[in-house]
């Protein structure tokens, strides 16, 4: 599967953004979904995932995302999304999206993520 994100941009601390990441192929939804993000100078970082039916997601428990970002997919349109809310400097970041065929989405490493987006860079000033 191949992947495309977009939706990302420059934005004033308190705002929010919503990415996007458009598969293509037909067996999208046989793929745990998941994003992750990478400031400079750090590791990437496990932002969220989503089971292929979507009916199951998982946050990284970093105190810095939970209860701020949505995770979700639309199946029909072979698209996940990440809402992000209430965005901070920290935030700063590319954000890459992932595919990984029978996964888990408490796959954290990224290493068992078998296709990834270019990524679309998310700038929050203060």
């Known amino acids: 599967v191949q992947l495309q994100a977009s939706g990302g941009g420059l934005v004033q601390a308190g705002g929010s953004l919503r990415l996007s990441c458009a598969a293509s192929g037909p067996t999208f939804s046989s793929y745990v979904m998941g994003w992750f993000r990478q400031a400079p100078g750090l590791e990437r970082e496990f932002v969220a995932a989503i089971s292929e039916s979507g009916s199951l997601k998982y946050y990284s428990e970093s105190e810095s995302v939970k209860g701020r970002f949505t995770i979700a997919r639309d199946n029909a349109k072979n698209t996940v999304y990440l809402q992000m809310n209430s965005l901070k400097p920290e935030d700063t970041a590319v954000y890459y999206c992932?595919?990984?065929?029978?996964?888990?989405?408490?796959?954290?490493?990224?290493?068992?993520?078998?296709?990834w987006g270019q990524g679309t860079q998310v700038t929050v000033s203060s």
């Open positions: 992932g595919a990984a065929r029978d996964g888990s989405i408490y796959y954290t490493s990224g290493s068992e993520y078998s296709s």
